[in-house]
């Protein structure tokens, strides 16, 4: 490693390691901004790129004594997909909205794990947890189409509530499908004191994560300056992410329900956005670690695999979310184009693929998180191509912004 090579001290080496993460990343959204694709994207090039694959100038010790990032930065993660739980917006269709967010993915998640037993003969352990990741969608990539082209109505509104549901189910089908593989043995047996333990984990640390809500909503009031007001919801959320790690289970559903309460007793959409502008070097840390993880040869191996993955996860949730809205009754452009705008797939998958990659074993978990994040590269090229493409057949475009899609 290039670092490693000369010879300086380890604070010296874990400094300059976090300044070329940062650095990297940001020259390399440049080149990806030219070629319009999401900036997700290029931080994953930029790990890849700076890592033990390429060029080789991070050393192991850093990119692997970095694993507590992955769970601060799932923390934020989840808490921000709270914010978007405001019971208020599911008020007037709240029902129908719920029935096609579980139509989607769950048979997104069905097909995905069905594929990979029958066809590829995976274990049961991975095929479930890829499944579960196959349920989540990617709501910055699906928001920032929307707001693009200005689109507005009916079909818009369901689609973001459809989003910001579909990754509350995506973390809580994971998280009972991680309680799955960890209770199992290895002859592939279900240990049901296994399966138990992390359940009642789960629901502790979801009950603590709405106490935090409750204090942060008393704490937090109009006598507060703005930075202690920021101080005090990151202290909260990372002290939620340290009790999880104490249990040894993840932030998501204990931080998810942080922000869900808090959003819904409080109100205080601006605590939202100050953390949102305080996340992005640790996020941008995260991802960049995540492209330096994916080994590259192993795509050879995995390549059609990652591809069926690709395609059968769209298949899914095209067709799943036509039932739902078929069952609901819903309008004709939502049947037909709104499982076309689910498809982008990023943060929220690739932080839990993360997370399978630790419950698996070595070989499998490597092949997860690399089907996950190639198939994330390839999600964020085409997923905003087919939004747009929805937007403009259910009519969601004014007529002064179709010239834009052409």
Same mark, same amino acid.
């Given at each position: ?26 020259l390399?959204t440049?080149i ?28 192991h ?23 978007y ?35 590829f ?13 196959g349920?989540?969608?990617?709501p ?20 973001f ?16 499908c991680a ?61 939620l ?11 998501? +559903? *204990? /931080?998810?329900? $942080?922000?869900t309460?808090?959003?819904? %007793?409080?109100?205080?959409?601006? #605590?939202f &956005?100050?953390? @949102? ?25 995995g ?14 949730k ?54 996950? +994040? *190639? /198939?994330?590269? $390839? ?5 905003? %191509?087919?939004?747009?493409?929805? #937007?403009? &057949?259910?009519? @969601? ?10």
């Amino acid at each position: 490693m290039v670092l490693d090579s000369l010879n300086l001290s380890n604070s010296t080496v874990t400094i300059l390691s976090l300044s070329i993460i940062l650095l990297s990343a940001f020259l390399m959204t440049r080149i990806t901004k030219k070629l319009k694709f999401p900036n997700v994207t290029g931080y994953i090039l930029a790990g890849i790129l700076i890592g033990p694959c390429v060029l080789k100038i991070i050393p192991h010790s850093i990119i692997n004594g970095m694993e507590f990032v992955a769970d601060i930065a799932l923390a934020f993660i989840a808490f921000d997909v709270g914010r978007y739980l405001k019971l208020s917006n599911f008020k007037e269709n709240g029902s129908k909205v719920l029935i096609i967010t579980l139509c989607e993915s769950l048979m997104a998640a069905s097909i995905v794990t069905v594929t990979m037993l029958s066809v590829f003969k995976l274990p049961l352990s991975f095929s479930l947890l890829l499944g579960s990741i196959g349920a989540a969608t990617a709501p910055a990539s699906t928001i920032m189409t929307i707001r693009q082209y200005k689109a507005r109505g009916n079909f818009v509104n369901t689609l973001f509530q459809v989003v910001a549901l579909g990754d509350a189910v995506a973390l809580i089908s994971f998280s009972i499908c991680a309680t799955i593989a960890k209770a199992m043995s290895s002859n592939g047996e279900l240990n049901f004191k296994l399966f138990l333990y992390p359940i009642i984990l789960n629901l502790i640390v979801i009950v603590i994560g709405i106490i935090f809500a409750l204090i942060l909503n008393r704490i937090i009031n109009q006598k507060r300056t703005e930075d202690n007001k920021l101080i005090l919801g990151i202290s909260m959320i990372i002290l939620l992410s340290g009790i999880c790690s104490a249990f040894n289970i993840s932030p998501l +559903l *204990s /931080s998810m329900a $942080l922000g869900t309460v808090y959003i819904n %007793i409080s109100n205080n959409k601006k #605590l939202f &956005l100050q953390i @949102s502008n305080f996340t992005p070097p640790i996020l941008i840390t995260f991802f960049v670690l995540s492209g330096m993880r994916l080994n590259i040869p192993s795509l050879l191996t995995g390549g059609i695999i990652g591809l069926s993955y690709f395609i059968v996860r769209i298949i899914g949730k095209y067709i799943g979310t036509y039932i739902g809205s078929s069952l609901v009754r819903a309008d004709d452009e939502i049947r037909k184009y709104l499982g076309l705008a689910l498809i982008p797939q990023a943060s929220v998958s690739i932080g839990l693929a993360f997370l399978g990659q630790r419950i698996l074993p070595n070989d499998l978990g490597l092949l997860l998180s690399t089907i996950i +994040l *190639s /198939s994330a590269i $390839l999600y964020e090229i085409v997923g905003p %191509i087919l939004a747009k493409v929805s #937007l403009y &057949l259910s009519g @969601s475009i004014p007529l002064d912004n179709v010239k834009e899609i052409s």
